[in-house]
């Protein structure tokens, strides 16, 4: 019997809350060169993957003040005040994250798992769309 791993979903699209360190700080190779929006952005543009946006990128403080425009879930919001309150996460050492990407973006969904796995990114919430 096959057992997948990962992200399995019937959705479409998955909506990212995360913390990614700031790039001087990074460990892996690739977010070293190229920063973490940079690569949803490559998702963006591409023309075989839809759905992928970019809604949210900056501080903590600039994402809590946003967060009723970005239309959060209060679930969301909850595990997000409890990452970004821990004194060392409101800061300079972490970028905050919030975008969609289209579920057949094997890439990018790959790409954040492997920079989780390497403590280079906290996903703080996922929601299916």
């Not at 591409?46 to 003040?65: A, I, P, Q, R």
Request: hydrophobic share 35%.
């Amino acid at each position: 019997m096959k057992i997948r791993q990962g992200f399995v979903s019937n959705s479409s699209s998955t909506s990212f809350l995360l913390a990614c360190l700031s790039q001087d700080r990074c460990s892996n190779k690739l977010l070293k060169k190229i920063p973490l929006w940079k690569l949803v952005e490559y998702g963006e543009n591409s023309n075989c993957v839809e759905e992928t946006e970019m809604k949210f990128h900056g501080e903590f403080l600039d994402l809590l003040e946003k967060v009723q425009d970005l239309g959060l879930y209060k679930s969301s919001i909850k595990k997000l005040r409890e990452f970004g309150f821990e004194e060392k996460n409101m800061y300079e050492e972490w970028e905050y994250y919030y975008f969609s990407v289209n579920n057949h973006d094997e890439i990018l969904r790959t790409q954040i798992s492997i920079f989780e796995e390497e403590g280079d990114l906290f996903i703080i919430d996922f929601q299916e769309e």
